[in-house]
């Protein structure tokens, strides 16, 4: 059937109107993500890397906003293709604290398409690892109350600091929400963590393959006999420990907080000798530093405690503090000290209560926050 002029008429708008339509160019902010937080490089700033891409039939220029101050322009790569495919990259350099960052697609000076605010901070960020005690094995959830407080969950993704943790084992409480708000409040900066604890591990499940070991732990599920009747880990813990640390450009330091699943075990076959549990753990920091490309010292607490009638091992004990008389890690807090009404159960159990939680929270921010002051 032939058109009516009127439906020629018609049928052209629509086609500028597809035309336009397909203009719009279309614009994605990759980095920085929502709420992250980014460990700062000295004591008042940190750097960040702005970057993303943006999809239009013809070229276009990419300006940001930080802080709802000027519109600046990044400079912008084209890929050739059918469609333009332009990537941005900048590295910048901000003040310690939280900021909003925005970005906008502009052709002729005029503004095409943008992203929302997304909101990130500049301070510190910690890795969180061990057994239940780093985990989510305590007492009671809670919550940060400051709202610069964060943790980044096995997904790449950032969330306000909420028990359980995201990427640690178990559904119950932590020390992060209220270690969190204490370092804040102290250090004057946002914090950020990345949990990966796992409940009962014995550092002998932490190795990664290829360390033999001469006695398994009472948990077996994480290692494997060897053909010379030897013992290993499977290297996933290791290797979940490592992926988590590559996580982040950087972070201050790892958090270690384990040694209950090698002390004092009731089948003594699978205690493990202070000696061999401080070789151990210097070939975990060498190696999962080494392998992750990343040189954070690590805090290690002394832990060994089962309960009110086993308060600790002496042997391991001493292995621990072995790395931090040596130099190797730095000395985190003495958690085999926090008895009685501090732990569960009514005081009979290995995990920590709810002020139990707190009490621990503070005796690590005692050891980290002077350290941390002194890096300035």
């Given at each position: 059937m032939k058109l009516r002029p009127a439906s020629n008429a018609f049928l052209a708008l629509l086609l500028s109107m597809g035309a336009l339509i397909a203009a719009e160019p279309t614009l994605r902010l990759t980095s920085p993500t929502a709420q992250a937080v980014l460990q700062r490089q000295t004591a008042?700033?940190?750097?960040?890397?702005?970057?993303?891409?943006?999809?239009?039939?013809?070229?276009?220029?990419?300006?940001?906003?930080?802080?709802?101050?000027?519109?600046?322009?990044?400079?912008?790569?084209?890929?050739?293709?059918?469609?333009?495919?332009?990537s941005f990259s900048q590295t910048l350099e901000l003040p310690k604290g939280m900021h909003t960052l925005e970005a906008r697609a502009v052709r002729d000076k005029q503004p095409l398409a943008s992203t929302s605010k997304v909101q990130f901070g500049i301070g510190e960020v910690f890795v969180v690892t061990g057994q239940s005690n780093s985990a989510n094995h305590g007492a009671v959830k809670t919550k940060a109350t400051s709202d610069q407080v964060f943790s980044l969950t096995p997904k790449g993704t950032w969330q306000p600091c909420v028990d359980p943790q995201p990427g640690a084992s178990g559904g119950g409480g932590s020390i992060l929400p209220a270690l969190g708000d204490e370092l804040q409040k102290r250090l004057g900066v946002p914090i950020g963590f990345i949990p990966c604890g796992i409940g009962a591990t014995s550092i002998r499940e932490w190795l990664p393959t290829g360390?033999?070991?001469?006695?398994?732990?009472?948990?077996?599920?994480?290692?494997?006999?060897?053909?010379?009747?030897?013992?290993?880990?499977?290297?996933?813990?290791?290797?979940?420990l490592v992926t988590r640390m590559r996580s982040v450009p950087s972070f201050r330091a790892v958090l270690w907080h384990q040694g209950?699943?090698?002390?004092?075990?009731?089948?003594?076959?699978?205690?493990?000798?202070?000696?061999?549990?401080?070789?151990?753990?210097?070939?975990?920091?060498?190696?999962?530093?080494?392998?992750?490309?990343?040189?954070?010292?690590?805090?290690?607490?002394?832990?060994?405690?089962?309960g009110p009638t086993d308060v600790g091992s002496e042997d391991i004990r001493a292995a621990q503090a072995s790395l931090w008389k040596d130099k190797f890690a730095l000395e985190g807090p003495d958690s085999d000290a926090l008895r009685?009404?501090?732990?569960?159960?009514?005081?009979?159990?290995?995990?920590?209560s709810g002020e139990g939680l707190k009490a621990h929270a503070h005796a690590w921010a005692e050891k980290m926050i002077p350290w941390i002051e002194a890096q300035r």
């Open positions: 008042n700033a940190g750097r960040v890397l702005v970057g993303g891409e943006v999809q239009s039939d013809t070229p276009v220029s990419v300006e940001i906003r930080l802080d709802g101050g000027e519109w600046k322009p990044v400079p912008t790569m084209e890929n050739p293709g059918t469609i333009v495919v332009q360390v033999p070991f001469p006695n398994p732990p009472t948990i077996v599920s994480r290692v494997r006999k060897t053909a010379d009747g030897a013992w290993e880990a499977d290297g996933k813990a290791y290797a979940m209950e699943s090698d002390a004092n075990q009731s089948d003594q076959t699978r205690t493990l000798s202070g000696k061999l549990y401080a070789e151990y753990l210097t070939k975990l920091i060498a190696g999962a530093n080494k392998d992750s490309q990343r040189t954070a010292p690590w805090f290690v607490a002394q832990v060994s405690y089962h009685g009404p501090l732990r569960d159960n009514g005081g009979k159990g290995i995990h920590f």
